[in-house]
């Protein structure tokens, strides 16, 4: 994956932070006789091989969890695309860490450790060695491998930076195209398909369809469902392939003073035989381990390349003193248990269908919100339902079904 940074100025233009203290550096660099360009990656096994078509200066590699991660920085090195995943590597991705870096991130089904490695003795192609580990035994390090002195690329000798001030951002991104009845007084959903742009969510080893775009999918399916029903009005955070800071995606919400969020997602997970839908709530004290660690994957998807793009704002900071919030809460809840009533008719939930943690994008503090996981794009199975026509039909009568049920009550409750 490479960065356009004309793409990510534009993106903090959106983002409501603070320009004083944030600039783009374009990183204009005299490079050097050589600058090999990643042009394979094969990960099989227990073995991982990068090849070059030209010299590099080094490699670090580190590990990570939550999610697991092998990271590989290359010194003197250009990212291309993608690469070749097996057994536990579930995907690889590419792109500039800076002028002179190439990071390499494979994703990983369990955690694992680089247990060694060597270049070639041509320099162009660098083997590693892993293996899987506890959690606990994640080397914090990092580990360094040099090609050959005679096949090593010289570092640049001359660089220099412009930096180039942002200006003003713009208040907020555009506000989208409200479907169904022109009658104001009925109500407003918001359906937000979740990722986009550069950020394309899981990746599912079934045929290698991008969780950006299932959730684009099956929000336009809710969408023409709640259209044809005529009941309600709905919008959708983004009806094409591109990124919204998660600020972004709930201040749509607010902005267009909607009666109710549902952010729509497809997880990814370790052990291929996990499925099913899950629907999550706000709550800063998560219900387990495991919803804890989604909440803080996906509250990573702000930032790119090291830059976080959704500074804190002030509904975020004082969302806890937030008188209105205990309500909200409490009415994101309830439709979590309508989702899941209405829902479980058409598709298959998990035991525990209803989770709690502190997801951002459910952080308006007057919007009920909720996160629909509707399946795992690691299991075959989900892919193969989510993926398909009738599917995301199925997926989009429940949920039209929950909302549509919804309103109802409040109306009676009138």
Known sequence: MNFDWTQIAETLHKASMSIATLMASTLLVATSAHAGSVNRIEARGAQIIVSFDDLVQGATSFSLIGPNRIALDVKGG????????????????????????????????????????????????????????????????????????????????????VK????????????????????????????????????????????SQREKHVTLAIARAIRDRLVAGGRVRVALTRDSDKFLVLQERYGIARRLDADLFISIHADAAGNQSASGATVYTLSEVASDREAAKLAARENKSNI??????????????????????????????DFAKLLHREGSRQMNFRAVPHRFAS?????????????????????????????????QTRVAAGVASAIETHFARKLAQR
């Open 78 to 161: 250009k990212a291309g695309y993608g690469g070749y995943a097996s057994g536990i590597v579930k995907s690889v991705r590419q792109g500039q860490y800076d002028s002179n870096t190439a990071r390499i991130v494979f994703d990983l089904e369990r955690p694992a450790i680089i247990t060694g490695g060597s270049f070639a003795p041509d320099g162009k192609s660098l083997k590693l060695k892993f293996k899987t580990v506890d959690e606990g035994a994640i080397a914090r390090g990092r580990q360094s491998f040099l090609p050959p002195l005679n096949f090593r690329a010289e570092p640049p000798k001359d660089s220099y930076s």
């Open 164 to 207: 180039v001030p942002l200006g003003r951002p713009k208040d907020s991104v555009s506000l989208p195209k409200i479907y169904g009845p022109k009658d104001p007084n009925r109500p407003l959903v918001v359906i937000d398909a979740g990722h986009g742009g550069h950020d394309p969510g899981a990746i599912s080893p079934h045929g």
């Open 304 to 333: 790119i390349n090291g830059i976080h793009l959704g500074g804190a704002t002030q509904d975020v900071s004082s969302i806890l003193i937030d008188l209105t919030q205990r309500e909200t809460m409490n009415v994101s809840a």
């Open 359 to 391: 997801f951002v994008v459910l952080k308006a503090p007057d919007t009920p919100s909720v996160l629909f996981e509707t399946g795992y794009l690691t299991n075959k199975d989900d892919v193969d339902f989510l993926n398909s026509r009738e599917g």
